[in-house]
Each structure stands twice: as structure tokens, then as C-alpha cells.
């Protein structure tokens, strides 16, 4: 049988931490029971692992009492890292045995999967340097600055890479679970849990969910009154070249330091901002797709749907009906 360890982290007041511990192991335990009930045996023994008796959480209106201490455990298969609270120092301070558990684990064969920001423990251990990870995209910026070495994607929901499975934020960890008990169970399985507890399967973005603000933890003045300018002349079509001309400086070195500083080339940056824009008028106007296509300073219908599509993963017209319940009515 194998061995299923879900980590129960110190130092958190964050009630969604609770809501990734029991979601895992209750999609876990039924695709166990599943199992069974067609003949055969469980697949994984399934237990909370932390390093204290009981954590609270959220000023003690709840607590987790780990079944085991992760310094009894020699050797599990798959690590579930729940998402955390704000990430700072603290909690690394707070959660080093976990970290250093946890890479250890990985060193001898198991896999990990981080929830949310529990991607930050993963960069935390090292493990994601180099590789594609996923997080909440609200935590885009202070995940970029803090670990550089990680190629951070958040448009996907979920990612999988030697070993290491990370995804989105919020409930998504629900697909990241389907998502897992395919890959060890079978599909009938990830499909048999996917209706019991009514999980969308097969959901690999969150790009529909991202609310683009643009990086702007860095500390580079003209990359930031570039990024002003961008989100100032929504309405106008914005050259590159005319951004360089502004700032008098190369392409090369113009893309090189916006790219460094946002995380984005300058236009991506520039698609960004006025998709972002469109959104928010799809979701709050009655307006047409021309309508909001112009006022973002797109001219061509057809481009204006394949890069609204390609940062979304929606065409327009989907984006509307989907969150604008009004042009219902």
C-alpha cells in the first residue's frame, strides 16, 4: 500500500489551509472506498502529518490534530502541501522541519504536490528552481521577487514536472486533486470522484479567474512610468518603439529590463493591461465586442479575439456570457 502524507503547517490562520487538508483527504478516502467497492484494495494510506499535536486555526475557531509526526515517518509517496496564509519569513522560520522534511522525502523518491501558496514552501526547499510552478495569481508578484530562479506560469491551473505538481489558487485544488487520482487510480475513478463531489474535470487554466495588475514590487523608475503610460493610454494603440523613443534607450535593452523587472515583454505587458480592461467591461456593460474593442485601441476584430482568447482562454462572447448574467435578461 502506499503511503499519502498531508501536511498540517504551523503558524497559519487562514480557514482556506483547513479547506485544502479535508478537501484532499476526503477526494482521497472516497477514491479508496471506490476502490474497494469494485473488489479491489485501497490504494493509499492516508494521514496528516505535521510536527505539532493540534494546530489552530483562525484564532482557534478550528484545529487539526495531525494523525502522525512527520519525524515517525522514513518514507511516504506523495506529499500534499495545503495552501498558506500571507508568506513571509515567519513561516518559513515557523515550518523549516516541514521544508526540510519535505525535501528530504523528495530526495528519496516521493512526489509533492503544493496547493495555492504552498508553492512558496516547494521554492522554500529549492525544488522548484528551474522548473514550471502555478500559484494564486494573487500571489504572482511577491512569488516572482522572492524566488527569480522559478519559471512561474500562473495561467495554468495545474502543472507537473519530475515529480513536483503545483497549481492555481482558491478551490482549484479540487482539479488538482481529480487530477491526481487519475494519475494513481485510473480515470473511472478521477471521473467516479470527479461527480460525487461535482468537480469540473479536466480544467487546466485559470487564466479566465486572473485579475492583471502588473508586477510593480521592483525597483526600476523607467520600467515603472513605462507601465503607467501603458495603463494611461488604454484607448490608443501602443508601439513599442515609441516606448523606447520615449525613454530614449534600445529595444534590446528596453525589452531586457521589462522583462526582468515585470515579469512580461512589453507586449504582453500592453496586451495584458488592455484585455484586462475589456474584461471589466464585458463584465459591467452592455457594450458589444466592437464596442469594447475599440475603446481598448484594438482596430482588427480578429486580433483583438485571438489575444483576448490567448490570455483568457475565452473568446469574447464567452467571457461575456459568462459573467455578465444582464445581456441575459
Known sequence: MKHLSIIVPDGQNNLTTISCITGAYEIFATANEYLEKTGKEKLFKIELAGVSEKVGFHNGLLTVNPHINISAITKTNLIIIPSFNYYDKKVVKENKLLIDWIEKQYSKGAEVASICTGAFMLAAAGLLDGKICSTHWVAEDNFRTMFPKVNLQTEKLITDEKRIYTNGGGYSFLNLMIYLVEKYYDRQTAIYCAKVF?????????????????????????????????????????????????????????????????????????????IESAKKAFEISRKTINEVMYEVGYSDVKAFREVFRKITGMSPLEYRSKYNKRILV
Do not use: W
Not at 535593452?253 to 515583454?265: E, L, M, P, Q, S
Open 198 to 274: 461535482q468537480i469540473e474535470i479536466d480544467r487546466q487554466s485559470q487564466s479566465a479567474f486572473t485579475i492583471f495588475t502588473g508586477q510593480k514590487l521592483h525597483g526600476d523608475e523607467m520600467v515603472r512610468e513605462a507601465q503607467a503610460y501603458i495603463e494611461s493610454k488604454l484607448h490608443e494603440k501602443i508601439s513599442v518603439e515609441d516606448l523606447c523613443s520615449m525613454f530614449s534607450i534600445g529595444r534590446r535593452n528596453f525589452d531586457r529590463r521589462f522583462i526582468k523587472a515585470t515579469g512580461n515583454t512589453p507586449l504582453e505587458y500592453v496586451q495584458r493591461v488592455k
